[in-house]
Structure formats: structure tokens, C-alpha cells
């Protein structure tokens, strides 16, 4: 089993074997609430449709950055970017993709599942699990794109995910339009609305990957200050 | 900003095209024929023989070899203790 952790560069891979769950979004603003939160962060798009490195293009190079890499080369890129001081990577995979998939989460610390609380997405959702649990990777379903408020739904799916042997994040990321605006736009939700609600859900849900990844959830201008001294 | 763009495959296109207008293009409208859209395909390289056999053993039964495929396919994940998937 390939070893993940460079010392100090944790890396996410963001998979699903449906389409629309949500991976491109999620990784683009994880990787961002990292830039923003002061860390080197990098965004590792292997999809082939390379949404995400499009996403780079129109912002023309605003942090996070984004490179893409073929499903094989991904391990010597996560090396590379670490000796190149990369602290969080974000890698994002195409739907229905065994080799991209399983290649992100073999290098991965954390692997999170984006998943819409609908029962074909739940069912898709199975072989993703299965695929974590054979690499022994830490992975959480993450629900996105439901309805904001429907408890019912939630708990249901959650419920389910656990008889298939999965665990959930306690952040849900519901559907909000501030995403398709935001991402249409080249920018992030922190820029389209900071005080919005999807930048709150965001926020929340890296600080939780951080503690999943024991990094510290301060501000890193702590980290600056180490340089500049 | 661009720490890791030595680590890119595709190299950033040059100034005159990073100037077009950055609005998203048009979404290609590639025909997919009805039977294989959510789907995807498993291919291989064997012996004539073998293609013979399960072309042959297919039409015998009544299946084409999609069929006779994914009942292969079932057969061998059984085997090894995985769950059949079976479509």
C-alpha cells in the first residue's frame, strides 16, 4: 500500500462514481478555504473534461492553483508539489473513472464521497465505498446538493451510508445558487458572498477536514510570519 | 501564483489566447447512442478462439454477448467473494 503522508502536505481526493454530485465544486472551494485560510494549497484536476482547470483559467491564476495530471502520474506530482511546498492537495476525479478514483484515494489522507441524498446517487455511492474500503483509505460521504432544510432526508441517507460500512460528515453542503454563480463567474463563494451561507458551509466543512487531517484550523499567518523571519 | 505550474501536463496557453473572453464555451453536443448512455465499456485482446467460442456460445443460447459477458463477469466477481452486479 502506497504511503500518503509528506510530512507536512495532507492531501483530500474528492471521488464518486456519479456525475453531479458536486466533486469540482467541492474541491475547487476546499482547496480555496485552504488558500485562504493562508496555506500553499493545490489542486490536482485529473478529470479529462478538466473543469476545474477551466475554472483556473478564467480566474487567471488567483490562488488556489490548479495543474491537471493523468490518473497514473498523480503519487510523483503529490511528491513534487510537497518539495515544492504544497500544504493541502486537493485532487479532483472524473465520474465512472476506476483508475483516476482509485489512484487519488491510494495517495490520499482523506477521501471525501460527494453524494446527493437521492436513492441512485446512494446506490452509486455503494461502490465507492466498497473501492475506499479495499485501499483502507479514512472516507466520508459528504451530502451536497439536497434541499437546505429536509432533516428527514438527511437522517435517511445517513442511515443507509452507515449499513453500507460508511461513515458521513456532519457538514452537509446543500444546493444553493451561490455555487453555479460563484463557478460561472472563475471565482469561489468566499468572493461572490463571504457572509453567504455556502461560504459558512465551506468554512465548516474545512475546518472539519482539518481535524480529520489533524492540521491546525487557525489562520496561518502564523506560518508567514515563520517565513519571513 | 504559479508555484506548481512547472508540474502542469498542459502547458498554459499563450498571452493572446489567455486574453479571449473568458466565458464558459458551449457544451460539445456529442450523439451517444441510447444503449450506452451511464454506461461503459470493458474491452479486451484474446485469442480468435475465445471470441469464436463466446460469440458461438452466445448465439446458441439465445443471448448476444453482452449478455453472455456480464453473466461472466457475475460469475468471476462471485468467485472471488465480491457482490454480483448484474447489468
Avoid at chain 1, 441517507?157 to 453542503?173: D, H, K, N, S, Y
Avoid at chain 2, 465499456?41 to 448465439?59: N, V
Amino acid at each position: 500500500m502506497t504511503t500518503p503522508s509528506h510530512s507536512h502536505t495532507q492531501t483530500i481526493a474528492i471521488i464518486s462514481q456519479k456525475g453531479g454530485a458536486g466533486k469540482t465544486t467541492l474541491a475547487i472551494h476546499l482547496a480555496a478555504a485552504a488558500a485562504r485560510a493562508g496555506r500553499v494549497s493545490l489542486l490536482i484536476d485529473t478529470d479529462p473534461q478538466a473543469s476545474a482547470s477551466q475554472w483556473a483559467e478564467w480566474r487567471k491564476g488567483a490562488p488556489p492553483e490548479v495543474i491537471d495530471s493523468a490518473p497514473p502520474r498523480i503519487p510523483a506530482k503529490i511528491a513534487a508539489a510537497a518539495a515544492q511546498g504544497a500544504e493541502l492537495i486537493v485532487i479532483d476525479t472524473p465520474p465512472h473513472a476506476d483508475l483516476a478514483a482509485s489512484k487519488a484515494a491510494e495517495c490520499a489522507d482523506l477521501v471525501l464521497i460527494p453524494c446527493r441524498p437521492s436513492a441512485f446517487d446512494l446506490a452509486a455511492m455503494r461502490t465507492t465505498i466498497r473501492l475506499v474500503e479495499l485501499l483502507a483509505r479514512p472516507a466520508f460521504v459528504v451530502f451536497t446538493a439536497g434541499p437546505p432544510h429536509a432533516p428527514h432526508i438527511y437522517a435517511d441517507a445517513r442511515e443507509l451510508v452507515t449499513g453500507f460500512g460508511g461513515q458521513t460528515c456532519p457538514i452537509i453542503l446543500p444546493d444553493r445558487a451561490a455555487y453555479r454563480h460563484a463557478v460561472a463567474a472563475g471565482q469561489t463563494v468566499f468572493e461572490l458572498d463571504p457572509d453567504g451561507k455556502a461560504a459558512g458551509e465551506i468554512e465548516q466543512l474545512h475546518m472539519w477536514a482539518c481535524e480529520q487531517l489533524h492540521m491546525s484550523t487557525r489562520s496561518q499567518s502564523q506560518a508567514h510570519e515563520r517565513k519571513s523571519a | 501564483m504559479n508555484r506548481f505550474a512547472n508540474l502542469a501536463d498542459r502547458k498554459p496557453k499563450d498571452e493572446a489566447q489567455a486574453a479571449a473572453p473568458a466565458s464558459p464555451p458551449p457544451i460539445a453536443q456529442v450523439p451517444t447512442p441510447p444503449s450506452r448512455v451511464g454506461r461503459k465499456a470493458i474491452s479486451g485482446y484474446f485469442a480468435p478462439e475465445l471470441s469464436l467460442a463466446l460469440h458461438t456460445c452466445a448465439r446458441r443460447h439465445g443471448l448476444s454477448l453482452q449478455d453472455l459477458m456480464a453473466e461472466a463477469f457475475d460469475d468471476v466477481l462471485r468467485k472471488y467473494g465480491e457482490s454480483p452486479i448484474g447489468r
